[in-house]
């Protein structure tokens, strides 16, 4: 199980940290990783770490603006985003593959946590 946390509605230039918390005993073997969907648009990749935690991999987007990391001790993977923009408004998930890579495409998935930038 996924549970993310810390949405909420900020300005633009803004920053805000998002959580996953894993209720599993083998977390460190799972690729991690953020998805997003906008209203109207597909979910679409944002950032993964690989299963062991040395690669990471950035949607162009938000590149410079986001960094993951992971803590295999707490069993959670945060989502650092600065600089927020407007565009960067979606509910935010968090997703899970088993010795997966950093570019993951996800197998297990969280109940996603709404981000809204103002302008």
């Known amino acids: 199980q996924l549970v993310e946390s810390g949405g909420g509605l900020v300005q633009a230039g803004d920053s805000l940290r998002l959580s996953c918390a894993a209720s599993?005993?083998?977390?460190?073997?799972?690729?991690m990783g953020w998805f997003r969907q906008a209203p109207g648009k597909e979910r679409e990749f944002v950032v993964g770490?690989?299963?062991?935690?040395?690669?990471?991999y950035y949607a162009g987007s938000v590149k410079g603006r986001f960094t993951i990391s992971r803590d295999n001790a707490k069993n959670t993977v945060s989502l650092q985003m600065n600089s927020l923009k407007p565009e960067d408004t979606a509910v935010y998930y968090c997703a899970a593959e088993l010795y997966g890579t950093a570019r993951l495409t996800g197998t297990y998935w969280g109940q996603g946590t709404q981000v809204t930038v103002s302008s």
């Open positions: 599993s005993d083998t977390f460190s073997r799972y690729a």
């Open positions: 770490i690989n299963w062991r935690g040395t690669l990471t």
